[in-house]
Every structure is written in C-alpha cells, then in structure tokens.
C-alpha cells in the first residue's frame, strides 16, 4: 500500500498547494468538491454502519451551510449578511425536518436528523470554515495575505506533524493513545508530531511570516493546532469505530477516502479562523 500512497500524494498535494495558492474561485470550488465528497463519504459510512440518515438531502443541507459561510462570509457587506450563514443553519435543519415530516415510518425520525445534522456540524462547518481562513485579509499592508499565509502555515504544520506521527510510531511507539478509537496511534508518535510543527511552525515564521506571528506566539499555536490535528485525526477515526468501518472510502488510493485525508483541519482550521480575527491581526 505505500507505493499508491505515495503516488497520490504526489498528485494530490501540489494540487492542493496551487489552489490554496490561487485562492479565490479555484480554490472555493476544489474545498466544495471536497467537503461534498466528506458528506458523502460521512451518509454512507453511516448507512453502512446502520445508522439511518437523510443521505442526499444532509448532503444538500451541509453545501447549503457552506455556501452561506462563504459567500455572504468573505466579504459582509451589512449586518444581514453576516448572519446567513446561522440562518443557513437554521434553513438546513428546518429543511431536514420537513423531510421527516412527509415520511411514512417516523420511528428513526430522530436518528436521521441526528446524523444528518452531525454532518452539517462536524464536516460542513469546519471545513467551510478553512475556505474563510485563506480568504481573510490583514489589517496592515504588510498582511494584506494574512489569510493564505495562515493557511499554508495550517497545512506546513499538520503535515509536518503527521509525517513525524507515522514514522515515530511505526518504528518505536509502544504506549497506544486510544486503543479503542485508533489502535496505532501511539504516545510517542504524538510527542514526536508536536515537535515537528513546532519546528514547522518556526522555520516557515522565520522565513516569512514575522509580520503575522511573533515568535512565542508561532510556538504556542504550533502546540495548539497541532493538538487540535491531531483530536481532529481522532474524531473522525471515532467516526469510523461507531460506524464499523476501516476508511471513510477508497476514494484515494494508499489513503483512504477524502475524510481521512483531510480530518486534521476538522478542529484546528476554525480555531485559526476564529483566533486571527479575535486578536485584530485580520479580518
């Protein structure tokens, strides 16, 4: 299984690079692509595992939130604006109730809403979240692209990190994180991926990004974000144990499906979005 992992990284890493390069509209439609691919992925792990969901119509639901998040969100114009994306959200789960209300058997009435509204919630919103991370713009000139240089900040960090998890834990790890949830995660591939994003973390705040973090701050964010990876990493194999399956699909040769590509920006890319904003340094 290496040699296809490798190939598609290969592929599908300068991919991602170049659109999070470009921003703008190629970058909004490869994230939409994706995030309909991990709702898709994330209704048929579930159906596979037994859990009833409204399929097509969460998928619908989640795209909905994010083309709220996206559009109305870049760039808000007036006070209504701003809030489309939580009437979105309240569009969405009213729609998915509808639906529970033209069907015949209501007895897993609940469980569809559930699950669907899970999706929205755990998949949609997060993930539309990091497309408004590379969007933001900085409050000075100087971080004019302070949203695209966060992100590749974001992306250089987690992956960083879970090279160094993978081949710390492979070759050494002993004392298992969560053996229930991710039998080879390892405490020892954990220690190893946090000091990667902090080394990460320095040399690419070293290289370019000193008007945007300040050197302690680049460190604590590392630690941050890299824990928030790798919870991320671990929500969505808890995903994966409820739903009694092994990848989320075999969309991605050597990877699994889209979701286990991508998990790691399910926690730590809204925290980025949220934190750069709060401290004033982009808006």
Known sequence: MLLPRILTTLFLAPLFLWVLYLGSAPFLVFMTTLIFLALVEYHAMAEAGGHATQ???????????????VFPGVRPSTPFAAQAPALALAAAVAVLVFREFARRDKTLSMLRLAMSSGGILLIAWPLGGFILLRELRGASPALFNAGRHAAFFLVALVWAQDTAAWAVGSLMGKHRMSPQVSPKKSWEGAAAGLAAAVLAALLIREGWLQALFGRGEAVLLALGLGALAQASDLAESLFKRCFGVKDSSSLLPGHGGVLDRFDSFLLS???????LISVGRAS
């Not at 399929?55 to 998040?69: E, P």
């Not at 890319?269 to 934190?275: A, I, K, M, T, V």
């Open 269 to 275: 890319g809204p925290f980025l979005y949220f934190y």
């Open 55 to 69: 399929s097509w119509w969460g998928v619908a639901a989640g795209l909905l939130v994010v083309a709220a998040l």
